[in-house]
């Protein structure tokens, strides 16, 4: 059994400051100590300000980095943005203003290195920061995901693969959303990292996990040594079943059952908490994947009024499925994946998903079929 700390909080200093020390001291902070390297990676999606809850809180970043500079250790701050520079992304968040004063080293990854992350993946190449750090202190944020239902601790690890190697493992195991469960969970096994604490007090419900989603004040800070652990206890403050969440699914599937996480503090019952709408991404015998895809999975969609051609979504798109012309965009949908790369980083919250007719009936006739059908 693995314990989750829970604790009801503000963004307010005298409350944070001491609360995030305390968590820290009990998933076993004497572990850092003079001259460790330690990996604090927050969740850095793209340019965004506090109040959009996109990206973990600045405060949160800045007591983090108080704790481990008064254990002597040496910080570096550092993510793989999908979206504007490192640079930009630092100064709209408020985390530059936030770390004034600190001498801490803050930047994104820069070199990868090939770790075998176990069948069917092999070798991948991960951040070489995460994988030489002595301690790593995952700053996850707690939000919704198109792809994935929710993102929390285990997902935020992601960002430790570097750039535009993102899409390319979207493509090669994002139109299985179980494979590509599979893979962040194996990232998870690997790296492994002994601090995790989810920012959960603005949370982002609804089509998360960028600007499509909608910040939600939930004024929690979950905490542990086992980032499935994390996820599992908000996944029971949700009140949802771990098989309709991918990862969770994966992580069982993969391990056996995810031992129950002993609480400390109180874990709310949060149900009404707006989740994105998830249609499988793959289903049916292999020959008719093709046809199923194209047919009835949910597709994306450009709103000609929000976009400003910035060009973000055609350069992450790992299909070439953007065509870079006028608005609304245009999609190829039977080149498109499915992955949602492009709905994730859109700085303008221009792209959502759209269902197809087909899949519009499809879903009806299950429905009256099948009244509680998957949702993964
Ligand atoms: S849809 Fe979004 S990301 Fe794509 S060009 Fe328009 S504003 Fe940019
Ligand atoms: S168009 Fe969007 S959903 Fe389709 S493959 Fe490209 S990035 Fe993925």
């Known amino acids: 059994m693995s314990r989750v700390f829970v604790r009801q909080a503000t963004y307010e200093s005298r409350v944070l400051r001491p609360m995030i020390f305390e968590m820290m001291e009990a998933m076993g902070g004497a572990e850092i100590h003079k001259n460790s390297r330690v990996l604090i990676k927050p969740n850095l999606l793209s340019p965004a300000t506090p109040q959009q809850a996109i990206l973990t809180h600045p405060a949160v970043i800045r007591f983090v980095v108080e704790y481990v500079l008064e254990k002597g250790a040496?910080?570096?701050i550092a993510d793989s943005p999908a979206i504007g520079s490192f640079e930009t992304i630092l100064r709209r968040n408020g985390i530059l203003d936030a770390l004034r004063g600190c001498d801490c080293e803050c930047r994104p990854f820069q070199n990868s290195v090939g770790v075998d992350v176990g069948e069917p993946f092999g070798a991948?190449?991960?951040?070489?920061?995460?994988v030489r750090a002595d301690v790593i202190v995952n700053?996850?944020?707690?939000?919704?995901?198109?792809q994935m239902l929710l993102t929390l601790a285990v997902k935020n690890l992601f960002g430790c693969i570097i750039g535009y190697r993102k899409p390319e493992w979207h493509m090669r195991a994002?139109?299985?959303?179980?494979?590509?469960?599979?893979?962040?969970v194996q990232i998870g096994r690997t790296l492994k990292p002994s601090f995790n604490l989810l920012d959960g007090i603005l949370a982002l419900e609804g089509d998360g996990p960028g600007r499509g989603g909608i910040p939600r004040q939930v004024g929690l800070l979950v905490a542990g040594r086992d980032p499935f652990a994390v996820d599992l206890a908000v996944c029971r403050m949700l009140g949802l079943d771990q098989e309709k969440v991918p990862l969770l699914k994966a992580a069982a599937e993969n391990n056996g059952p995810l031992p129950e996480p002993e609480i400390d503090g109180t874990l709310p019952a949060i149900r009404d908490f707006r989740l994105p709408c998830l249609t499988p991404l793959i289903y049916g015998p292999r020959f008719?994947?093709?046809?199923?895809?194209?047919?009835?999975?949910?597709?994306?969609?450009?709103?000609?009024?929000?976009?400003?051609?910035c060009g973000e979504c055609w350069k992450i798109c790992p299909a070439g499925a953007i065509t870079p012309e006028d608005k609304p965009l245009w999609f190829d949908y039977n080149r498109c994946i499915r992955c949602y790369c492009c709905i994730e980083i859109c700085p303008f919250g221009?792209?959502?998903?759209?269902?197809?007719?087909?899949?519009?009936?499809?879903?009806?006739?299950?429905?009256?079929?099948?009244?509680?059908?998957?949702?993964?």
């Open 139 to 146: 700053l996850a944020k707690l939000k919704t995901h198109s």
């Open 350 to 376: 221009a792209l959502r998903t759209a269902e197809t007719l087909a899949g519009r009936i499809v879903r009806r006739a299950a429905a009256m079929i099948l009244p509680s059908g998957p949702v993964g």
């Open 124 to 130: 991948i190449d991960i951040a070489e920061e995460a």
């Open 74 to 76: 040496q910080p570096l």
């Open 288 to 309: 008719l994947h093709a046809f199923v895809r194209r047919q009835l999975l949910r597709r994306p969609v450009c709103d000609g009024g929000l976009c400003r051609l």
């Open 174 to 184: 994002g139109v299985d959303r179980q494979m590509f469960a599979r893979l962040l």
